[in-house]
């Protein structure tokens, strides 16, 4: 059985599992079945996935027999290894999502469709990383986009829902509308519609189609991608979906932009030169820092995930982008090592981006707020969720020993080698680019120690935060996430064998032997670099933890403990009003950055005589208009509107008027044909 076969079990149980939930989802065995159905399906993924990156790329099939379909065109599939990473952590995200949705979701009417929709989004992204024709593709890839709205649309009854699904719906049309021009210049220049043939014929696409192609390709998959100045659908979408559909969003749809940069890059449309390489290192390089910095002014859960979503995302095409350079300058063994660790950092981020965002779930179930201001404490009363938030939160942070370090570690000792091309100018570009990761990686620190521990330690801040209960909340799809992560980082020689079989497919350089030379050592493409193993450093960091604990139990005294009052300063009780706020925490931030938040601050006193505030309460609030709102989308949409307020007279009402109309164009084309 080869790995489109397993994908074809796959498929079924989506089928299977999205009439399900429409024709049962009203019920709560009719919610058990179609999770049940969606687990088994993304069971079946994640074989594939697996299976492909073992067994290779499967042959183009054309089920049906080559005729034309709804599609416009003949169904075609194949099943490569680049694909089968996003395909098997499809199928890892689906599972984790189908053990947690009976507990997040209420059987009823919306569920039912909700659960419908969410399984025929599963079904599009599948037959996206198994397009093996231009066709397919599109159509598959506006199914996905479309299913994804109906997810966003939840609670479409809410003013802030119906403005995520739009921002999202919006900016993915005019992404997809960019990808088709791509995909028709290079079917025009190829005189083919298979994705085999394209890349096979791509020496016919001149340089100039070709640049334009990739051009349009990256800002059309950017969209979706997540990558600034496009990203701006995340923040909006994200907070106003279920727990479940911004995982999915953030851990796999996001995703499919990035393998739609990577299937350009490397597969369909290989730019000659360095400079595309550097377009894509520098697009990425700012996506990351900006999205960081805007993470940090977030109290919303949510909407600081989204935009750490920005920055990971920022990583992997910075790394994608360096590949391409040091391709350009005939180092492939660089080019395939960059691409590992870019297509690593895609699994690594799935899985504990997607474990977030479904604990910010229970967040917002338990305490009903999403606001960390409101939180605290949380790790008292939901103690195993915040066990499985903190793996989460060391995974994303990039803090040894998980999985979010090896992979961010892989991509900075590929950066350092910028070298290796020969040109004084690029390699300041690379190690411009490195620079500015290694201020993004500082600052994903410093704003997940935030993230966590404003909600999560110190003292309730609110009543509904002391009274939240785990009983009952969906802990099992976290936690089998948070077991993916750990298994990242301790299998991580498993798993870059695996990644090097799927870039040589694309780049044709076997990365294996100069990768792994032992059994668990890592080297970066060159051994008189460094060389790092995930596996010992896991192994060293428990040892160095569990040593000092030993002594602890092994020397503390059996006598009864007495408790005594300590000196704190004076203070008679701690308050929750006294710990440190979110805005608090990332005070040093907003300062320095200001330039590039611009708040809009107000101040409200009781009394304008008293500006201490002895006389009352001081109500602080600070306003953020991201940049590329307030300087790129709102002229933009000024604009549109302007325009519709000056071609409204045309839309009268009048029949005569519209007579009239039809006149003139008849006249107008008789008068063309005339000529």
């Given at each position: 059985m080869n790995p489109l076969d397993i994908g074809y079990i796959a498929a079924a149980a989506w089928i299977a599992a999205a009439l399900t939930g429409l024709l049962a989802g009203r019920t709560k065995p009719g919610l058990l079945a179609c999770c049940t159905l969606s687990g088994t399906g993304g069971a079946a993924a994640a074989a594939g996935g697996g299976w492909s990156l073992i067994s290779g790329e499967t042959p183009l099939v054309t089920p049906g027999g080559g005729a034309s379909t709804i599609t416009g065109?003949?169904?075609?599939?194949?099943?490569?290894?680049?694909?089968?990473?996003?395909?098997?952590?499809?199928?890892?995200?689906?599972?984790?999502?189908?053990?947690?949705?009976?507990?997040?979701?209420?059987?009823?009417?919306?569920?039912?469709?909700?659960?419908?929709?969410?399984?025929?989004?599963?079904?599009?992204?599948?037959?996206?990383?198994?397009?093996?024709?231009?066709v397919t593709f599109l159509v598959a890839w506006e199914t996905m986009s479309l299913t994804c709205y109906l997810l966003i649309l939840r609670r479409a009854r809410r003013d802030d829902v119906a403005r995520g699904a739009f921002w999202f719906l919006a900016l993915s049309e005019i992404g997809f509308l960019l990808v088709v021009a791509a995909f028709v210049i290079l079917a025009g220049k190829t005189h083919a519609t298979s994705l085999d043939a394209m890349a096979a014929r791509a020496h016919l696409v001149t340089g100039g189609w070709r640049a334009a192609a990739y051009l349009l390709a990256l800002a059309g998959f950017g969209f979706k991608a997540g990558l600034v100045p496009l990203h701006v659908w995340l923040p909006e979408a994200h907070p106003v979906a279920p727990a479940d559909g911004s995982a999915f969003l953030s851990g796999l749809v996001v995703k499919l932009g990035i393998y739609g940069i990577a299937l350009f890059a490397f597969r369909l449309a290989p730019v000659g030169g360095s400079w595309p390489g550097l377009v894509t290192m520098g697009a990425g390089a700012v996506t990351a820092a900006i999205g960081i910095l805007y993470a940090l002014r977030e109290r919303d859960i949510k909407r600081f995930l989204a935009y750490s979503t920005i920055e990971n995302a920022g990583i992997i095409v910075t790394a994608f982008g360096a590949a391409m350079i040091f391709h350009a300058y005939r180092q492939p063994a660089l080019a395939a090592f960059l691409l590992l660790a870019g297509l690593y950092h895609v699994a690594n981020h799935g899985c504990y981006k997607t474990l977030l965002f479904l604990e910010a779930g229970i967040v917002e179930h338990t305490t009903g707020t999403r606001d960390m201001d409101r939180l605290g404490g949380l790790v008292h009363r939901l103690p195993r969720s915040a066990v499985i938030t903190f793996a989460g939160t060391l995974g994303i942070a990039a803090l040894p020993p998980l999985n979010g370090f090896v992979s961010e570690w892989l991509i900075f000792q590929g950066l350092f080698q910028g070298f290796r091309t020969g040109s004084h100018l690029i390699a300041i570009g690379i190690v411009v680019a490195a620079a500015t990761l290694g201020l993004t990686g500082g600052l994903a620190i410093y704003a997940f120690v935030r993230g966590f521990g404003?909600?999560?330690?110190?003292?309730?801040?609110?009543?509904?935060?002391?009274?939240?209960?785990?009983?009952?909340?969906?802990?099992?799809?976290?936690?089998?996430?948070?077991?993916a992560c750990v298994a990242l980082t301790v299998g991580a020689p498993v798993m870059l064998a695996a990644l090097s079989r799927a870039t040589r497919t694309v780049t044709g350089v076997r990365l294996g032997p100069l990768l792994l030379p032992g059994k668990l050592t890592v080297i970066p493409a060159h051994a008189n670099f460094s060389a790092f193993s995930p596996t010992y450093l896991t192994v060293f960091l428990i040892a160095a933890c569990a040593v000092p604990l030993l002594i602890f139990l092994a020397g503390r005294p059996r006598a009864a403990s007495v408790s005594v009052p300590v000196w704190d300063g004076g203070i008679v009780s701690f308050k929750p009003r006294m710990q440190y706020s979110a805005m608090t925490f990332s005070a040093p931030i907003r300062v320095t950055f200001d330039a590039l938040y611009r708040p809009d601050v107000s101040v409200h006193r009781a009394s304008d005589d008293d500006p201490a505030g002895r006389s009352g309460p001081v109500h602080y609030e600070s306003q953020v208009t991201p940049i590329f709102e307030r300087y790129l989308y709102r002229p933009v949409i000024r604009a549109v509107e302007g325009l519709a307020d000056a071609i409204r007279p045309l839309q009268s009402g009048d029949v005569n008027l519209y007579l009239l109309y039809v006149f003139a164009m008849i006249l107008l084309a008789y008068l063309l044909g005339a000529v």
């Open positions: 065109g003949p169904l075609q599939l194949q099943m490569t290894p680049l694909a089968g990473v996003f395909v098997a952590l499809l199928g890892v995200v689906a599972v984790a999502i189908a053990l947690y949705a009976p507990r997040y979701h209420e059987p009823g009417r919306g569920t039912a469709v909700y659960l419908a929709a969410y399984n025929l989004a599963l079904l599009a992204c599948l037959a996206v990383l198994a397009a093996g024709g231009m404003i909600p999560y330690l110190g003292m309730p801040r609110t009543r509904q935060a002391a009274a939240a209960r785990e009983t009952g909340q969906p802990i099992a799809g976290p936690a089998l996430l948070a077991v």
